[in-house]
C-alpha cells in the first residue's frame, strides 16, 4: 500500500540555521505530494505542495521538489525562525483518490 | 470566513462514560475527516466522508466507536464507553474533493482526556 516516511524528530536547531527535513514515499502511480504544518495547539494546515515530477512547492521561506526518480520530497528552509517550531508532516494523494497519506510527523524545535 | 468548528474543545470524563465530539465543516466542502492524533500513534485517519456517506471507516479502532453525518453541514464522532486509551485530540477536517487538490482544511481539535 502507499505510504510515507519521515525522519524522526525532534529537531533542535538555532535561529538562521538551515532545515532540512527528508521525506520519501512509496505508491504507484504519479501521486500529488504535500508538505502540512502543525503549530502548539493548532490543527494542521498545508505548507506547500508539488503534483507532478519536478515541481517544486514554496511557502513561507520553504521549499520541496517532487524527486519521482528518488520518490522523495524533502523539505528545506535556509534560515528558520523561532516561529517555525512546530510539527511537520509530509504526505501523498493518489490520482483520482480523495484519502492524503501521512507520515508520521518531524517535531522541529528553534531555539532563538 | 469561518474555518472547521470542532466542540468541544477540552473534554475531561471518566472511564465508561459516553462521549460525543462535534464537528461543523466549511460551508461548500463535501468531504469530512475524522483524525485521532496520539504521542504513540500519531496522526490516525478513523473514518470519511463523501457527500455525508461513510466512504472508509476502515481505522475505527473498535464497535465503541461511531461516527455520523446526518446533513453536509454537521458531523459527531461518539464514543461508548469510553476508555483511558481513547485520550488523545481527535481532529476533524473538511475538504471539497471535487476539485481533487489534497488540501484539507483542519479544525482545532478535541482534546479528550478519559481517566
Known amino acids: 500500500g502507499d505510504s510515507v516516511t519521515q525522519m524522526e524528530g525532534p529537531v533542535t536547531l538555532s535561529e538562521e540555521a538551515f532545515l532540512t527535513i527528508n521525506c520519501t514515499y512509496t505508491?504507484?502511480?504519479?501521486?500529488?505530494l504535500f508538505w502540512y504544518v502543525q503549530y502548539p495547539g493548532e490543527g494542521l494546515q498545508l505548507l506547500l505542495k508539488a503534483t507532478k515530477a519536478d515541481d517544486k512547492g514554496s511557502n513561507k521561506g520553504f521549499e520541496a521538489t517532487y524527486r519521482k526518480e528518488t520518490t522523495s520530497f524533502h523539505l528545506e528552509k535556509g534560515s528558520v525562525q523561532v516561529s517555525d517550531s512546530a510539527v511537520y508532516f509530509c504526505a501523498l494523494l493518489k490520482a483520482a483518490g480523495n484519502k492524503l497519506t501521512f507520515g508520521g510527523g518531524t517535531r522541529v524545535l528553534v531555539k532563538p | 470566513d469561518a474555518g472547521v468548528i470542532q466542540s468541544p474543545r477540552h473534554e475531561v470524563t471518566e472511564m465508561g462514560q459516553e462521549v460525543t465530539l462535534r464537528c461543523k465543516p466549511i460551508s461548500g466542502h463535501n468531504s469530512l475527516f475524522w483524525y485521532r492524533q496520539t504521542m504513540m500513534r500519531g496522526l490516525e485517519l478513523l473514518i470519511y466522508f463523501n457527500n455525508n456517506v461513510p466512504i472508509d471507516d476502515s481505522g475505527m479502532p473498535e464497535d465503541r466507536f461511531s461516527a455520523k453525518m446526518p446533513n453536509a453541514s454537521f458531523s459527531t464522532l461518539k464514543i461508548q464507553p469510553s476508555e483511558p486509551r481513547d485520550s488523545a485530540v481527535y481532529f476533524c477536517?473538511?475538504?471539497?474533493?471535487?476539485?481533487?487538490?489534497?488540501?484539507?482544511?483542519f479544525g482545532e481539535g478535541s482534546r479528550l482526556t478519559v481517566l
Open positions: 505508491a504507484t502511480g504519479y501521486p500529488s
Open positions: 477536517a473538511s475538504s471539497f474533493s471535487g476539485r481533487g487538490t489534497g488540501e484539507l482544511f
